[in-house]
Structure formats: C-alpha cells, structure tokens
C-alpha cells in the first residue's frame, strides 16, 4: 500500500477545515495545566474541571502555594487524579523558583517541569506560541499507524519525527488538529466508521479486516 502524504493532507483539510483544539484556556499558565490534566482521559471532562481550578489557582504563585488535597478535590473527577495534583503543586513551584512565573517557550525546558512529557509541551508551543510542533495523543497515533505513516510498534515519539519528516513544517499545527478530530470523528479504536472513511485504500486495519 502506497500512502500519499499530500493525499491525507487534502482529504483530512477537506474534512476538518477548523479543527481547533478542544481544551479550554486563556493563556499558557492554563493551556500547560489543562494539557496537563488531559493525559488518560477526555478534554470534556477537563474544561469540566479547570473552570473552578482556574479561579482557584489563577496563576503559578498561587499553585504553588497549594496544598495537594486541595487541588485534587478539584480534580478529583478525573483519572490519575492524586499523582495529577502532585505534579501540579510540583508545577507551580518550578515556574515560580526556575522561569520566574513564566511559561517557558521551548520543548527542552517545558519537558525540565514536573508532570510535562514531549507531547503536552508540544501542544503549548504550538497553541500558546505558534511554534510547528506536532503532538501525538493516542488518535494521531492510532490513525497514523493505520493509514501506514508509522509502524505498528512505534512509539509516540517516533510517530511524530515520522510525521514530521512526511509533511511540511507549515502545516503541523493544523494537521495535529485533524488527525484528532478525524481519530474522534471516524477512526475510532473500536468500530471505526470505515463507510464514511476516504482511507480505505491505503488503511493498513482495513486491509487486514479484508483478508
């Protein structure tokens, strides 16, 4: 199977001209701590959420100087809540003691701060900061291995050097975007609505469904 970067470009901007990012935020203090929170559950469950937490904690000296218990009873809804709060107080304080209450704008030191892998920095750089990045979650990674821009084996940080290397710089943020909307919207990981999908041909799980 042949796959045809620019094709899946095309078709995913065809489909989703305005995806946009889902989660709900005023600034990069937020936009990092509601990433953050996203990890192993659904962004309609954080922006639940963050809306109080925001009010309580407007900003990382106030974060900082939050007890654990207090931020998980805010957070309590969602999964891997106690570690979440650890890392948020953790957060706080190394924004306050290292980047002076300041978000920083660089992969290497957003991944320096407690609870920030590769994938929540990328999606700070590249919504708060308009810096190319392209963050996989567990859709841009399900939907790149199916439709063969990655192997089946790897994982998320090779997934997105690949996709890096197949589309141009320009368009990362945007594709990001659509690789999620298209991951929630079609290909599902159960059930993926294959009669509504222009991938078929070149769609490694369809394939093998065939056979």
């Known amino acids: 199977m042949m796959t045809d970067p620019s094709f899946i470009a095309g078709e995913l901007g065809r489909l989703y001209p305005d995806a946009r990012c889902t989660l709900d935020f005023a600034d990069s203090f937020q936009c990092l701590v509601a990433v953050s929170l996203s990890a192993q559950t659904t962004d309609k469950k954080v922006n639940a959420v963050t809306p109080a937490l925001f009010k309580a904690y407007p900003d990382p000296v106030s974060l900082s100087k939050a007890k654990v218990e207090e931020v998980g009873e805010h957070i309590r809804c969602l999964g891997l809540w106690r570690g979440k709060a650890e890392n948020l107080v953790a957060l706080g304080e190394a924004l306050v003691n290292r980047f002076s209450g300041k978000v920083p704008m660089t992969i290497g030191e957003l991944t320096s701060l407690p609870g920030v892998g590769i994938k929540t920095a990328s999606v700070v750089v590249a919504e708060c900061f308009n810096i190319p990045a392209f963050p996989v979650d567990t859709h841009v990674s399900r939907v790149a291995k199916r439709l063969n821009l990655a ?49 078929t041909s070149i769609c490694r799980l369809f394939a093998k469904n065939a056979r």
């Open 151 to 199: 192997f089946e084996n790897d994982d998320p940080g090779k997934v997105m050097e690949k996709l890096k290397r197949k589309f141009p710089r320009d368009s990362w943020i945007g594709l990001h975007h659509r690789f999620i909307a298209f991951g929630r919207g079609i290909c599902h990981a159960q059930n993926p609505e294959c009669g509504r999908c222009p991938f």
